[in-house]
């Protein structure tokens, strides 16, 4: 049985292969990034590199939108 479009193991859908790009530096990387955090907010999902997750690490477990911090 195959798996639904995008939830593959063979490196998911079109949109999981394009580069991140964190929302709040603007670094650029290629998915997966292990160290990066993903954030849903009003309901977008917004990528944050390592470097800006571990600066706001407090506030992200705060649960604080982006634009808090």
Excluded at 23 to 49: I, K
């Amino acid at each position: 049985m195959r798996s639904p479009s995008g939830d593959s193991d063979d490196g998911g859908d079109a949109e999981s292969q394009q580069r991140l790009v964190c929302a709040r530096c603007g670094t650029e990387a290629r998915p997966p990034q292990p160290t990066w955090t993903c954030s849903v907010e009003n309901g977008t999902r917004r990528y944050f590199c390592d470097t800006c997750s571990r600066e706001h690490l407090r506030a992200i477990e705060g649960r604080l939108d982006s634009s808090w911090w």
